[in-house]
């Protein structure tokens, strides 16, 4: 099984109070023991580093733009990430004229296309919930539906 990751579900492990905190940690640590590989768009890598920046500085640490730049760095030691090639590029063009839901988000699908992979999101939503019979037809399924141990 491979896992594409969006930012959502990468943010849902260094909160520690989040709702499905578990369930990502579970993804990050466990998943990899019995053989799901885990990959992420460079997209959401920028994301992520954007947004754990946010996070840090919001729970008041020292340097939050350090330590958002070490989980990308731990992050990068896990995943593979999926450089967005025209391919993939055009492909999450296509899904925004689809979808219309976030470019970054469009990304992560086109990368699970072109990997033969599943895109894992935090949850549905609420610009989603228009298109969710879409989302699934492309197998895109979601961190607060997992079922745990994966297959």
Do not use: H
């Not at 990468?10 to 520690?16: S, T």
């Not at 919001?58 to 990308?72: F, K, S, T």
């Not at 990997?115 to 961190?143: A, N, Q, W, Y």
């Amino acid at each position: 099984m491979r896992l594409v990751l969006d930012t959502g579900v990468l943010v849902e492990y260094i909160v520690r109070r989040a709702p499905f905190r578990a369930e990502a940690r579970y993804v990050l640590e466990e998943a990899p023991r019995i053989g799901v590989k885990l990959y992420a768009s460079a997209v959401t890598l920028s994301e992520v580093l954007y947004i754990a920046s946010r996070i840090y500085s919001a729970a008041g640490v020292d340097d939050p733009n350090l330590e958002a730049a070490n989980y990308v760095t731990w992050l990068k030691a896990r995943l593979k990430i999926v450089d967005a090639d025209c391919e993939i590029a055009e492909k999450a063009g296509e899904l925004k004229k689809q979808l219309r839901i976030a470019l970054p988000d469009c990304y992560v699908i086109a990368t699970a296309l072109a990997i033969d992979g599943t895109p894992l999101f935090k949850t549905l939503e609420e610009e989603m919930r228009p298109v969710e019979r879409d989302l699934r037809s492309l197998g895109v399924v979601f961190l607060n539906e997992l079922k745990v141990p994966l297959p």
